[in-house]
């Protein structure tokens, strides 16, 4: 099991849930894992329901059974100053050099560097040790940024390294790309089952591949439950109008004669239904496309009351009902 | 917005029928928000550019493409700049091709003298194109030659963003089209597009730019002695963390953009304020869902901060039933109430009459034992049951979209509650992906219906 677990995705598919509802399902009894934002959006504390995150590890939520998830949101300027501390002990020419408009430089323009010093940061953690030698985190899960340019966003450190031919960013840059490129890492893709986004991970896949970066799995998040199979809506192209109006009278709706109240139910009903088989027609061959892929498939279900902090533990448990943990 | 008070008022009537269960109605009808008038909006002649901004996923590429469609239907010369259209919708309208200039769409209907010409930005080739036209051949050559501006251009998280505003300057420069419609790229949030040019142009023209720039000029002068000691030291310490190549590299192009500098400052404001002036619309795109109503609120406040116009939102996808009326709770409990009978069968071997006062032809029913070994299958063994089961599935499939738009309904409150002054086009939910023309169309007739359901003649139920 990689021990870096990125996640991405398109936007909208709910990449920062399923992020961190693989952080909870891995934190499995005495486990410990680091979920971690990289795009400054703070979409982990909205989930969490907790107040902004600092760029600072911190514990968020005990995963059921007793795991614990720490979080953090790494912030490039921060993770710059931090590092120029670490190698350098710059002290207060940190601050002169932010003053100068170089760190903004080195962190908004400075090709890649944002990049490596946002995937450094999560690698350390990944390879941090305490005294005892144990892992500090048994997992790093991390919110990455969104399909379209994950594999830039990883691959980056080799743009760097090709840019920056000597010193520390480019040895730097080619420590991290050892731990990115290695069977440590996983880059699981989120999408749902539309045609859009299914066509996104397909192409997110081929260039993660292409970049020799170790693809994970896909989830497929916000899946509708089943309610009518293809025999059902066959049946109901085939069946009277009237024959519904008076089942539906007969479930207590109203007078099943023209005009009645359960009558008229009736096509809106079926044009409801029309459009669920249409929907899960498309559906089918959206699942078709990613079954092709050849990649490990999960499915979370799409929660009937909105997104919560409840309706994360779920998703939690059913990841680790399929056996993601 | 259900304008059918035929199916959003006779909720009531149905409560002789069955126990009283308070019902939701239609929530629509009661939250009127101001509306945005699409229509009056594009075929404004004082209209000149339409910005469609908001988070990923939302729709946004759609929208501008619909409403350029539409515009140009109803008259007007347009042009879309899409920024990552999907590969589908691209070919429909013939923009598949990266040559960064705007191509005339076919198949439109152009009775009313519009037309439509698309194009997808090229992000590399729209900066590489500012170099050859604002530096003489041969520093042009440098500079599109040197490893800094290589990666500039086609990574800096800002650069997509700043190119798109480019564009849409060079587009409104030509002055060929009477509207522009503007797709935004998806960005890590969708402020950055317009802190982009500003963000490119201040660091282009900035303090570490001409200590990188001139080290010896700056040193030299007497006066300035903190700012050489700052500067050898961020040289110093910048060397030291790029490798001296990477330095070096930048000086080069640093030097080489030297006489751009001025010009990229320049066209920077001046995009800016294109998009402050009277002829832009930004029209904000959303979805019914939390995270992008959160965005579209943070956008609007943004907008509002920096003089941006804002004409409104563009609320996708949204729900909506033609049996409002009748709500979720109702709906499985009579769901439950049809279901139960089958229960009955496979335990005391009964054709279900229990709540089937009215079968619709008793005559077709089979015998109660082959009713029991018939199972729940779905043949014509026993229509009754097979009709109650339908019924019931059908009941829980409106019962889930009630819940779906209840909850949609609530989301959009919340933001009309923040933001009751901005006016909202709401767009039905289309259960596929749109990737042609009549597809576009579609879109732009909900836009101006602005309500999620289109009338009769527009549906497609057979």
């Known amino acids: 099991m990689s021990r870096l677990q990125v996640v991405s995705g398109k936007g909208g598919t709910g990449k920062t849930t399923v992020a961190a509802a693989l952080a909870l399902a891995l934190a499995t009894e005495g486990k410990r894992t680091l979920l971690v934002e990289v795009e400054g959006r703070q979409g982990i504390a909205q989930l969490f329901e907790t107040e902004a995150l600092p760029y600072e590890e911190r514990k968020i939520a005990v995963a059921p059974g007793g795991g614990e998830v720490y979080a953090l949101a790494i912030d490039p300027e921060l993770a710059l100053l931090d590092y120029l501390q670490m190698f350098y002990k710059l002290g207060g020419a940190g601050r002169a050099l932010k003053k100068l408009g170089a760190i903004d430089f080195a962190t908004t323009i400075a090709p890649g560097l944002r990049d490596v010093l946002l995937t450094g940061k999560a690698c350390e953690a990944v390879r941090r040790k305490d005294r005892s030698g144990r892992f500090a985190y048994d997992y790093v899960v991390m919110d990455a940024p969104p399909t379209g340019r994950v594999t830039r966003f990883l691959n980056v450190n080799d743009e760097v390294a090709g840019l920056a031919k000597i010193g520390p960013i480019h040895n730097q840059a080619q420590a991290v790309m050892r731990v990115l490129k290695s069977p440590e890492t996983a880059v699981h893709l989120v999408t749902l089952l539309e045609e859009m986004p299914v066509q996104e991970t397909a192409d997110g896949i081929s260039e993660l591949r292409a970049a020799k970066l170790p693809v994970g799995r896909v989830i497929v998040n916000m899946v509708r439950p089943t309610v009518l199979d293809q025999a059902e809506l066959e049946f109901a192209r085939a069946v009277p109008r009237a024959a519904i109006a008076r089942s539906l009278s007969g479930a207590g709706l109203g007078g099943a004669r023209r005009g009645g109240l359960a009558e008229r139910l009736v096509d809106p009903l079926l044009r409801q239904a029309d459009e669920y088989a249409e929907r899960f027609a498309l559906e089918r061959e959206q699942r078709g496309v990613l079954t092709e892929l050849g990649l490990p498939l999960h499915e979370l279900p799409l929660l009937a009351e909105g997104m919560d902090l409840a309706g994360l533990y779920e998703l939690a448990t059913e990841l680790r009902q399929q056996g993601i943990s | ?462």
């Not at chain 2, 010369?77 to 005339?104: C, E, F, H, W, Y």
């Not at chain 2, 597009?193 to 720039?213: E, N």
Request: net charge negative.
């Open chain 2, 1 to 462: 917005m259900n304008s059918d008070p035929a199916s959003t008022h006779d909720d009531t009537a149905c409560a002789p029928d069955a126990a009283h269960i308070p019902d939701m109605g239609s929530p629509r009808a009661l939250n009127p928000v101001s509306v945005l008038e699409v229509d009056s909006l594009l075929d404004d002649p004082k209209t000149r550019i339409v910005v469609c901004c908001g988070s990923g996923g939302v729709g946004k590429t759609t929208t501008a493409a619909a409403l350029g469609l539409r515009a140009a239907e109803r008259g007007r010369k347009v042009v879309v700049l899409t920024i990552d259209p999907a590969r589908r919708l691209a070919q429909s309208m013939g923009i598949d091709v990266l040559d960064n200039t705007p191509r005339r769409v076919k198949g439109i209907e152009d009775s009313g003298g519009g037309e439509l010409h698309a194009m997808m930005l090229d992000m590399k080739r729209t900066f590489d194109e500012i170099v050859e036209a604002h530096a003489d051949p041969e520093r042009a050559a440098a500079i599109l030659s040197n490893p800094f501006y290589q990666s500039l251009s086609a990574g800096f998280a800002g650069t997509q963003e700043y190119m798109a505003m480019e564009k849409l300057g060079q587009l409104r420069a030509r002055d060929e089209w009477d509207l522009i419609v503007v797709d935004t790229p998806p960005s890590r949030s969708a402020l950055d597009f317009l802190d982009a040019p500003k963000r490119l142009g201040s660091f282009l023209d900035g303090k570490l730019i001409r200590v990188l720039m001139a080290p010896a000029k700056v040193g030299g002068r007497a006066g300035m002695k903190f700012l050489n000691v700052g500067m050898s030291m961020m040289t110093g310490a910048l060397g030291k963390l790029l490798g001296g190549q990477l330095l070096k590299d930048v000086q080069t192009f640093v030097a080489a953009m030297d006489t751009m500098f001025g010009g990229f400052r320049t066209r920077a404001d001046a995009t800016y304020k294109l998009l402050q002036a009277p002829g832009t619309a930004f029209l904000v795109v959303a979805a019914p869902e939390r995270d992008a109503l959160r965005e579209a609120a943070y956008f609007v406040e943004r907008l509002a901060a920096e003089d941006m116009p804002l004409a409104g939102l563009v609320l996708n996808r949204v729900h909506d039933s033609g049996a409002a009326q009748l709500s979720a709770e109702r709906a499985l409990a009579a769901a439950e109430n049809l279901e139960e009978p089958r229960i009955v069968d496979q335990e005391r071997g009964k054709a279900g009459l229990r709540n089937s006062p009215d079968p619709y032809d008793s005559s077709d029913s089979p015998s109660p034992e082959e009713a029991v070994s018939d199972g729940g299958s779905l043949t014509a063994a026993n229509p009754d049951r097979n009709i109650e089961q339908l019924t019931a599935g059908l009941l829980r499939l409106h019962a889930e979209r009630m819940r779906l738009l209840f909850r949609e309904q609530r989301t959009r409150d919340r933001f009309t509650a923040l933001h009751p002054e901005v006016a909202v086009a709401e767009v039905g939910a289309l259960p596929g992906d749109v990737h042609d023309l009549t597809g576009l169309r579609n879109i732009g007739d909900r836009l101006a219906a602005n309500r999620p359901e289109l009338p009769e003649e527009y549906d497609t139920h057979a």
